[in-house]
């Protein structure tokens, strides 16, 4: 009897712990009941589309931002997300509505941002929907993209003018890349592949220090010579500045995955150790908002770091061998729960019914210190929706 009962007290352990395998350490399902719940809030508080939502101030007002802004396309991508999981034709609706609103961002040529602006809505939209109005709309935004490579430098310029130089290049830029891979895709113009693959190379050569850290921006001349390395939202230009690191990081897994070159495998490898392994990087792993912040532990996080970071290094672990696997499988897990629990994931009716509290944005610049950003909450639900996919194995 006693031989029984051990029997089957295991087979019992055995079950439990494989429920919860399988179900992961995150509710995804009650996350998103939670997230639907907060943007339908948010949606009725803030109607009008000629304004994306950014933010939202102490005062319990938003701060907007117009479509130019580089952020103009992350709320309709995560009206996308909500729609992903739920598959509740309200959410497309919305989704759509939000995306269309940043349309006109297709003519535009000034900024290196494009990729977070169209294809963050409209790939998505297009990758759910197959909507055919949104493929002209993406094919025009890549080729003004397009018109910031000059190839006497090598590397596609970010802004127009940054301190009076005129070609700076920021790691951010890296995220532009798979808007671009998707315009060869679809388009059959390899011309967007090639410029991506030199952006990467210049970038993994220049903006890189040897302990696999990135500088925030590079001055770049012609001939591809970088004349200065500085920072713009970093605590120094030596500093690794939290989001810089996990741009880079989501690029090179990005750019391994539509490539199937080793050498920026081995880059998103040296560039998770770099961030996995550093010695400020928290319990919680939602890393301060820079890495080198001179007041450590007393500076503010940066859940969006987290966010972003969470989502490569979940990809990565897919590229990687076993014990490397499991490890950033970890990591990336743990920022999810960290963000998925109150110290970071707001109530509902709190934080202006954004999702992720405690980001900052610009810190030297005294702007968005630690409150919620749209992006945040962009990189979170498309974390959510990895996680379910790798826990389920969908
Ligand atoms: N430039 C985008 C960012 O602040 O991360």
Avoid at 249 to 265: D, F, I, P, S
Avoid at 297 to 321: F, G
């Amino acid at each position: 009897m006693n031989k029984m009962k051990t029997k089957l007290l295991t087979i019992f352990m055995f079950l439990i712990s494989l429920n919860a395998f399988t179900q992961g350490k995150i509710d995804v399902k009650k996350q998103f009941e939670l997230a639907t719940a907060q943007y339908e809030l948010l949606l009725k508080a803030h109607p009008d589309t000629n304004k994306t939502p950014q933010s939202f101030k102490p005062d319990g007002t938003y701060s907007d931002r117009p479509t130019e802004w580089w952020c103009s396309g992350f709320f309709g991508g995560s009206l996308w997300y909500l729609y992903e999981y739920t598959k509740e034709e309200k959410w497309k609706d919305a989704a759509h509505l939000w995306t269309m609103a940043v349309q006109s961002e297709q003519y535009n040529t000034r900024t290196h941002d494009l990729g977070f602006m169209l294809y963050c809505p409209f790939g998505n939209g297009y990758r759910l929907t197959k909507n055919p109005a949104y493929p002209p709309i993406m094919l025009k935004g890549a080729e003004s993209l397009s018109t910031r490579f000059d190839p006497e430098v090598g590397v596609i310029k970010s802004w127009d003018n940054f301190k009076g130089h005129t070609y700076p290049v920021i790691i951010d830029n890296m995220m532009n890349l798979e808007f671009l891979f998707w315009a060869t895709k679809f388009g059959g113009n390899k011309k967007y592949y090639d410029l991506s693959v030199k952006h990467a190379d210049a970038t993994l050569k220049n903006h890189y220090r040897k302990d696999n850290s990135s500088y925030h921006v590079l001055l770049y001349e012609k001939g591809g010579k970088v004349s200065k390395k500085v920072t713009h939202q970093g605590a120094a230009d030596e500093s690794a500045w939290a989001r810089g690191q996990a741009w880079g990081l989501y690029g090179y897994v990005v750019m391994y995955r539509e490539t199937q070159n080793k050498k920026y495998l081995k880059q998103a490898i040296k560039i998770a150790d770099f961030i996995i392994n550093h010695p400020n990087l928290p319990a919680d792993k939602v890393p301060y908002w820079d890495f080198n912040a001179p007041k450590i532990p007393n500076e503010e996080r940066d859940a969006s770091a987290a966010a972003i970071t969470s989502n490569a290094l979940m990809e990565l672990s897919t590229y990687v061998k076993k014990d490397k696997q499991k490890n950033y499988f970890e990591v990336a897990e743990q920022m999810l729960v960290s963000l998925s629990s109150p110290a970071y994931r707001a109530e509902l009716n709190e934080n202006g019914n954004f999702l992720i509290k405690h980001c900052v944005g610009h810190k030297p610049g005294n702007s968005e210190i630690d409150v919620p950003l749209v992006y945040a909450d962009y990189y979170y639900l498309e974390a959510l929706l990895r996680y379910d996919t790798l826990i389920n194995k969908k």
